[in-house]
């Protein structure tokens, strides 16, 4: 649903006023410290490659009363538990929710906390997304950064021995053939999607 | 005939030697001489073979016992034809005595003695390598052996080595005469046509006309007090031929690791595309329906929509048609700081591509824009800013400046431009305030694969320069 759909939907509300509508989400902050906001429907993919989740992050730190809603189309599987951890307030699959965002952004204002039980899930190969343990998904989001299997161990501190394992595993699960395929198939699909380039803030 | 016979034993057996026959004499004497010269062989080989002494002398005490048994027969039959004098004389008289049967079985013994020698040689000679078998055995080894000491001069040098001194320096290795010459030639590249030196670290790699390649260890070892050098060639021809294709397929490795990570990076962003080319044929499609409902109506159709309801309809449409019009990457780039810079009542300038950066490089670009318009809204009280990317050799420049209050005095680094730092500095980057006329704040980050070597010196962090506008009026 593209942005301009959310505006005509917010304006047509009656209950709701627009106060702004940015194409990305590292100036979010920059647009609550100078007005009055009561609510954020945050994209987590948006213009210049900024993450919504981080924005929500810096957000929740400087003005906890401001609600977030995070609006995705992406089967990321690690987004809902990075949104509870960040105190987003609700979390809403574009695509797949059927109760409608209207809803969701009245409970939301009513103290509610709305998140889905899980991702969507996904078929990748002969697996489906809710098939791997929390580990593999930690190496597919390795995998894609295009690093060598040694550069993988030394940043989640296992042995060369222990990743080339788990990669077979999942080239086994998923009856693909290559690293190289199972990580572009795994881009595709948005089971993990690489939205983290800079270091965690402090 | 019984007694006959007796008769004929006990003569022989009591016979002494002045009562043999000459032909007798002389064949015991031709025995003895063989049995000597049979000996001196035996001591020979022991010598020869290095073996303890004990068995040398054994070999001469046979030896000295031969020979003066040989003498004794001598000097026994000269004295039957001739007077001799002195201990000849002595030796005649003791051995002229001497009982011929004895005599027959002392040759016969040490006789039988050789072959015990003999077989006792040969079970040491199968069980001891002597030098030759051990030369002959380097010899046929597929490493090149070279031994030499300190001075150059050689010690041993096996076939192999004499055969890789030919191909190398067109002689043999003898011809050369020098140990030393070998591996001097071999670094200074001074080879034979064909052959060439390869750099493959800390040994010596050469490539022979035959496309052979060998390596050579050296070392050196203390034998007693002297010196000696060794040199081991080891032909590594199919492990070059492996390390070479491996060499190539981590090179292919590489390129696709880095296609990777490039496709990763930009997923982010493909992603995001992705979504909006969705909802612009979802848009599309509505659009298609709106035109339809509206020809029924215009129709006078009977299932038909109402003009109230298709009013909605077309406000949507409306609204979907701006959705619809992409005006490209950079503006929307652009659009996205100036849409709320304009909300903070500050009028901002970008020269320079957003879309030529890299994802990290926009991240940190992005940061730097929130922390530099924040601050130039809410304490500087700026009107105008100035942005500037620039691409150079060796990395990007990113310049921001505002036409707001200048600090005075040191600037202390809040939460974000302290943020801003350490992310810029964890890429390889560097970043520097200057205050003069002007807020200036500059992030450079270098390639990747290449870091920073303090562009801007890495101790000084601030420094007041001229402040010159990056772009728009002196101020």
């Known amino acids: ?135 593999e998904i930690e190496i597919l989001r390795e995998l894609i950064t295009g ?52 270091i965690e803030p402090d | 005939m019984y007694e006959d016979f007796n008769r004929n034993i006990h003569i022989l057996l009591y016979r002494t030697l002045i009562d043999c026959p000459v032909i007798f004499i002389k064949l015991c004497m031709f025995w003895s001489s063989l049995l000597i010269l049979v000996f001196i062989h035996i001591g020979l080989v022991n010598l020869y073979l290095r073996r303890p002494w004990k068995y040398f002398l054994h070999t001469l005490l046979n030896l000295l016992g031969l ?36 005599l027959v079985l002392v040759l016969l013994l040490e006789s039988l003695s050789l072959v015990f020698y003999y077989t006792e040689l040969w079970n040491y000679v199968a069980k001891h390598p002597t030098v030759r078998s051990i030369k002959e055995g380097l010899d046929y080894l597929p490493t090149g052996l070279l031994y030499y000491w300190e001075d150059g001069a050689l010690m041993f040098a096996n ?62 070892f203390l034998i007693g007090k002297w010196t000696v050098h060794e040199v081991l060639a080891y032909d590594i021809t199919e492990e070059n031929r492996l390390h070479e294709e491996v060499y190539i397929q981590y090179g292919e490795l590489r390129k696709i690791a880095g296609r990777l990570r490039h496709y990763s990076e930009n997923m982010r962003e493909l992603t995001h595309e992705e979504e909006v080319l969705q909802a612009k044929i979802q848009v599309h499609d509505e659009i298609g329906r709106v035109m339809l409902a509206t020809k029924r109506y215009l129709a006078g159709a009977q299932d038909a929509p109402t003009r109230e309801e298709l009013l909605p309809l077309w406000q949507r449409m409306i609204v979907l048609h701006h959705t619809a019009q992409d005006p ?71 310049k921001y400046q505002n036409d707001g209050k200048v600090p005075k005095g040191e600037i202390i680094e809040g939460g974000g431009l302290s943020g801003l730092r350490k992310q810029t500095e964890h890429a390889g980057g560097h970043m520097a305030i200057a205050t003069g006329n002007f807020f200036i704040l500059t992030i450079f980050l270098p390639e990747r694969g290449k870091t920073d070597a303090g562009k801007y010196g890495s101790t000084e962090k601030y420094g007041t320069v001229g402040g010159t506008a990056i772009s728009g009026p002196d101020c």
């Open chain 1, 1 to 135: 649903m593209p942005r301009q759909l959310f505006e005509a939907m917010i304006a047509g509300s009656g209950r709701y006023e627009l106060v702004k509508s940015i194409r990305s989400a590292d100036m979010a902050d920059l647009v609550c410290g100078y007005c009055k906001v009561d609510l954020i429907l945050m994209d987590v993919l948006t213009e210049l490659g900024a993450s919504g989740l981080s924005a929500a992050g810096r957000i929740k730190r400087r003005f906890p009363a401001i609600r977030i809603i995070i609006v995705t189309s992406m089967p990321e599987v690690s987004w809902i538990q990075r949104a509870r951890d960040l105190g987003v307030d609700s979390f809403w699959y574009k695509e797949v929710n059927e109760e409608p965002i209207l809803s969701i952004m009245d409970r939301t204002m009513r103290g509610e906390h709305v998140y889905p039980d899980e991702a969507p899930v996904v078929k990748l190969g002969d697996a489906l997304s809710s098939d791997f343990t929390d580990r």
């Open chain 2, 328 to 398: 490209g990457k950079e503006e929307n780039a652009v659009r996205s700081l100036l849409e709320v810079s304009e909300l903070l009542g500050i009028r901002t300038e970008i020269s320079g591509k957003i879309t030529s950066l890299t994802p990290v490089e926009r991240e940190i670009f992005m940061m730097g824009a929130r922390e530099t318009l924040s601050n130039a809204c809410r304490h500087a009280g700026a009107q105008h800013m100035w942005i500037s990317i620039m691409k150079e050799d060796g990395g990007t420049t990113i």
């Open chain 2, 159 to 220: 076939l192999e080595m004499d055969l890789l001194a030919q191909k190398m320096l067109g002689r043999s290795i003898y011809a050369v005469g020098n140990g030393m010459t070998l591996e001097k030639s071999i670094r200074e590249g001074k080879l034979s046509e064909g052959c060439q030196f390869m750099d493959r670290g800390p040994q010596l790699t050469v490539k022979l006309a035959d496309q052979k390649v060998w390596q050579f260890h050296m070392r050196e």
């Open chain 1, 147 to 198: 690093d060598t299997n040694q550069e993988i161990a030394d940043r989640l501190h296992l042995s060369l021995f222990t990743v080339k394992d788990y990669i077979k595993k999942l080239l086994l699960k998923t009856g693909l053939h290559s690293r190289t395929e199972l990580a572009v198939k795994i881009s595709q699909a948005g089971i993990v999607i690489n939205d983290r380039q800079l």
């Open chain 2, 67 to 102: 020979y003066i048994l040989v003498q004794g027969i001598y000097f026994a039959d000269r004295l039957r034809v001739e007077p001799v004098e002195g201990y000849a004389r002595a030796a005649a008289i003791v051995f002229q005595r001497m009982n011929a049967v004895v």
